[in-house]
């Protein structure tokens, strides 16, 4: 430090003031904490602002940890940004009796009868029944299929009649809403050669198998129009999709023998959202017969109906995202 000298002027007091290289010292300092606090500030306004005054969304993290899409101004000039898999949550907005004999297998709510439909497996007792959405109530119940089936996912046609596929028989049956009885028959493949889950997509349908893959069908002839293998946004696959159901241009799956409904991009097949259940129903509270969460049916105003294989309750949820 400089030494400090007295001076004295025209001031009837003599002034204590710093020499002249300590004056011109304590400026730089000074000047260069401003220069740092301007950085600091710059840097803060630019990492929570954007440069813009929107708020800015990290994107990144493993493809099963918490984390949000990009978001960018909408712009022709920008390309489509990618799919990040990220968590969400649910709603549970009712909880409705559900027939815990039922090993469901399929669930379907129709927009033209308004009714929801079940499909129920194991060979010798398989059946379709309706059931009232809001009072759980069974409405009317099939005779059991045939001890060969093993009933499997449902769908409405375009003639509003149910297509319900069966495990390893490689066979489809056709069945009136009428009074469930069997119309016809199809055969199909698939890559396991099983039947799991089906769901409309817009004229056509989505099939799963209990693999990764998923299968396009035409709606008119049932032929395959193409597959894709499901996975997420880090290329980890996602296998044993089950239960199948249309939500807002994606299809929602649920994972065989887990808690767990993936969110899937039919264009890229990658996994857009997973939704985790297991405080649905705690294993912990669950009865000792009950089997696996199972069944997705899309109501009406966004509500979906999932219930379980033999569970003795359904409920309704809203997805968060």
Known sequence: MQPMEVTS??????????????????????????????CVVIGLWTKYFGGNGEAA??????????????????????????IIT????????????HDKRSFTQGLLYSPKTKKVYESAGLYGQSYVREFDHNSGDVVRKSSKLERKFFAEGIVEDADGDLIMLTWKEKTALRITTDDFTTKSTFNYKTHTSEGWGITNYGDDFIVSDGSAWIFLWDGATMEE?????????????????????YYKGDILANIWYSDIIVRIDVESGIVKTIYDFKDLW???????????FNGIALLEDDVLLVTGKLWPKAYKIKLNI
């Open 9 to 38: 002027g025209d001031d009837d007091n003599n002034a204590v003031s710093l020499s002249t290289a300590e004056r011109k010292k304590r400026s730089r300092n000074f000047a260069i904490l401003g220069l740092a606090a301007a």
């Open 57 to 82: 969304i990290e994107t990144g993290g493993s493809a099963l940890s918490p984390s949000s899409p990009q978001v960018v101004p909408p712009s022709p000039d920008l390309p489509k940004m990618p």
């Open 86 to 97: 990220t968590r969400s949550s649910y709603t549970l907005i009712e909880e409705l009796p």
């Open 225 to 245: 129009k193409r597959r894709f293998q499901v996975h997420t946004s880090d290329g980890k696959k996602v296998r044993f999709l089950n239960e199948l159901e």
């Open 282 to 292: 705690p294993k912990k509270d669950r009865d000792v017969n009950a089997d696996c």
